[in-house]
């Protein structure tokens, strides 16, 4: 059943209008070998059921769970509502199987190695991601800051001699400071769980 699934997602992809003939009939075929394979599956499995009590066979449930129909999926194959960096893979990709012939063990081996390093690409992009929103955090809370510094300059240096004009600019510039520095402090409440959560993250293992 892996082989034939594997076959099908490669004849998928084929372009071309007589590749796109070859392709309808060739997934046409496949998938009705699969749906047979998924009953034979099923219905052995009922027939090991029915029997496993009289020859003492337990245990056997955990590596052969019953094959539902969303189970019988490529590697590649999306779930409703999953995306390719919340994809799962079905569990009979994971099991230990009998490959017909050498070339069916190798084509399902290439095909772990292919969504292995689509996954690992999926996590380094992340991981670069997680870098760069960290370094743009830091940087708003240095430009924020350094807003405030310029106001508080701002309000020492400057100088008039209209009283009125002199008390409101000060007022003013004091005001900015103090909004820079609040907002700062706002951010900084806000990303702290992110943070937090950033800091202890191994993002090549965990992400």
Known sequence: MRSMLSARYKDRYLTGQGANTHARNAVSSIQAKIDAAHVRYNAARNAIINIAPHVNNIGWQVEFHLLDTNDVRSM?????????????????????GAATSEEDCEGSLEAMHIEWCKAHAC?????????????????????????????????????????????????????????????????????????????????????
């Open 76 to 96: 590649s194959d999306l779930l409703d509502g999953e995306t390719q960096g919340t994809k799962s893979i079905s569990w009979i990709w994971k099991m230990r």
């Open 123 to 207: 996590t380094m992009r992340w991981a670069e991601e997680v870098e760069l929103l960290k370094e743009e955090m830091q940087r708003i809370l240095q430009y924020l800051e350094w807003e405030a510094v310029l106001w508080d300059k701002h309000a020492v240096e400057f100088h008039s001699s209209d009283d009125t004009e002199y008390e409101g600019c000060i007022a003013y510039a004091k005001w900015q400071a103090d909004l820079h520095r609040s907002l700062a402090l706002q951010f900084t409440h806000q990303w702290k769980d992110t943070c937090a959560w950033m800091d202890s993250v191994d993002t090549e293992d965990e992400l």
